[in-house]
Structures are given as structure tokens and as C-alpha cells.
């Protein structure tokens, strides 16, 4: 059983950044190692979106088209059970709550077009002001 906690959100001004975290706990780092890792965002009012994500098995990264160039996802080399979505220029838009998730089982681009991740986070707060 996977547990997964979020951190870095905030209030930031509109271009700013943050880098958000995403530690993952209760299974072995192998297995996080070759997880699919998932951050999706809810905006009020909105469903939930795929932002970005590492696919399971040979770890490629995925990107929403909004976010291209803006965020990067990475993972920690040492640990492999910490996950992080660096975001620079932020606009308004952005603003959400953004939750990490976690499937050992999508592969490829479904990890972001997917949402049926098994485990998820229980969110970090970005609210960007323009």
C-alpha cells in the first residue's frame, strides 16, 4: 500500500515559480523505480487534467501542451521515491490543486491521458496571482 504526500505549493505572483514534491512511502524504491508517476491538477470548477507524468517501466516524461516548456517532472536519482514538478513562468491559469498519483501499470503517454492511477496524494494548493 502506497502513500503519497505533496508539498511546495503556494501563492506566487504571475512568471514566478515554485517546486513542488511529491514523496511516496510504504513500498520499495524498485518499485517506485518502475511506477508510473503522475501530477494532475483540478482547477475549481473543472475536472481534474493530466500535467505531466513519467510512464511506467523505461521512464519516458509526458507534458500537457498548457505546460510545455514551463514544467519538468524529475526524479530523484538517489532515492527514487520522491518525485518533483518544477514550475517556472506561472500564470493564472495554473492556479489549482495539484496531486501527485501513482499506477505501476501505465505505460507510454497513457500516463498522462489515463487518470485511473491507483494511489494519489492528497493535494498541494497553487494559486497564482495575476
Known amino acids: 500500500q502506497a502513500q503519497l504526500g505533496e508539498s511546495g505549493g503556494g501563492l506566487v505572483q504571475a512568471g514566478g515559480s515554485l517546486n513542488l514534491s511529491c514523496a511516496a512511502s510504504?513500498?520499495?524504491?524498485?518499485?517506485?523505480?518502475?511506477?508510473?508517476i503522475g501530477w494532475v491538477r483540478q482547477a475549481p470548477g473543472k475536472e481534474r487534467v493530466g500535467v505531466s507524468c513519467i510512464s511506467a517501466g523505461p521512464g519516458s516524461t509526458y507534458y500537457a501542451d498548457s505546460v510545455k516548456g514551463r514544467f519538468t517532472i524529475s526524479r530523484d536519482g538517489d532515492k527514487n521515491s520522491t518525485v518533483y514538478l518544477q514550475m517556472n513562468n506561472l500564470n493564472a491559469e495554473d492556479t489549482a490543486v495539484y496531486y501527485c498519483a501513482l499506477d505501476r501499470g501505465l505505460y507510454g503517454s497513457t500516463c498522462l491521458r489515463n487518470l485511473r492511477y491507483d494511489y494519489w496524494g492528497q493535494g498541494t494548493q497553487v494559486t497564482v496571482s495575476s
Open positions: 510504504g513500498s520499495s524504491s524498485r518499485t517506485f523505480s518502475v511506477s508510473a
